[in-house]
T-cell receptor, first 116, second 113 residues
Framework: AQSVAQPEDQVNVAEGNPLTVKCTYS??????LFWYVQYPNRGLQFLLK??????LVKGSYGFEAEFNKSQTSFHLKKPSALVSDSALYFC??????????????FGGGTRVLVKP | DGGITQSPKYLFRKEGQNVTLSCEQN?????MYWYRQDPGQGLRLIYY???????QKGDIAEGYSVSREKKESFPLTVTSAQKNPTAFYLC????????????FGEGSWLTVV
């Protein structure tokens, strides 16, 4: 069975400093990996995904993520954090064959707090 | 505007009542999903549908029911059999391919009173 782990419940960072949100995964085949962000009382917004190709994926709002197959990781990064980046971040994986559906399995989420 | 519309945003249910959450999408997506989110926790899949008139149970389907009579609509009924229904419910949709992105609606809060 596929699974995703986000080892940090919360990440605190000062505005202007680099931001990293960690994600590791476990799948039986090739992973399709996704990052989403959720603001309070809102739905999830798609940030970026890794399907194949370059290990460094660039997404919305200046975020990027690096796929590392040997470490089974897909950490989300932003070079310079903004106060407005404060939100809940979810990593998700999909590796099931089509017959079993295209559903995503989500990690538990990491709350990011960017302080001015 | 294209997107996924969930209604109502807030819903209160009395003990023993069934309630239905609406989800409509105009993205022409084949697949639709319902997730449940509890405070401080991740998302868990309730039901999903890859095509009209077909749907599959997710990880926590007990106490819930769905229908998919139209491509654009995927309503979720929370039945009285669901013992702890208070949660944030998220509807989502995507094209059918594995690499396609799942997009989410704005969610509905259900509270038992």
């Amino acid at each position: 069975a596929q699974s995703v782990a986000q080892p940090e419940d919360q990440v605190n960072v000062a505005e202007g400093n680099p931001l990293t949100v960690k994600c590791t995964y476990s799948v039986s085949g090739n992973p399709y990996l996704f990052w989403y962000v959720q603001y309070p009382n809102r739905g999830l917004q798609f940030l970026l995904k890794y399907i194949t190709g370059d290990n460094l994926v660039k997404g919305s709002y200046g975020f990027e993520a690096e796929f590392n197959k040997s470490q089974t990781s897909f950490h989300l990064k932003k070079p310079s954090a903004l106060v407005s980046d404060s939100a809940l971040y979810f990593c998700a994986v999909r590796d099931l064959p089509k017959a079993a559906g295209n559903k995503l399995t989500f990690g538990g989420g990491t709350r990011v707090l960017v302080k001015p | 505007d294209g997107g996924i519309t969930q209604s109502p945003k807030y819903l209160f249910r009395k003990e023993g009542q069934n309630v239905t959450l609406s989800c409509e999408q105009n993205l022409n997506h084949d697949a639709m999903y319902w997730y449940r989110q509890d405070p401080g926790q991740g998302l868990r899949l309730i039901y999903y549908s890859q095509i009209v008139n077909d749907f599959q149970k997710g990880d926590i389907a007990e106490g819930y029911s769905v229908s998919r009579e139209k491509k654009e609509s995927f309503p979720l009924t929370v039945t009285s059999a669901q013992k702890n229904p208070t949660a944030f419910y998220l509807c989502a949709s995507s094209d059918a391919g594995r690499g396609n992105t799942i997009y989410f609606g704005e969610g509905s809060w259900l509270t038992v009173v």
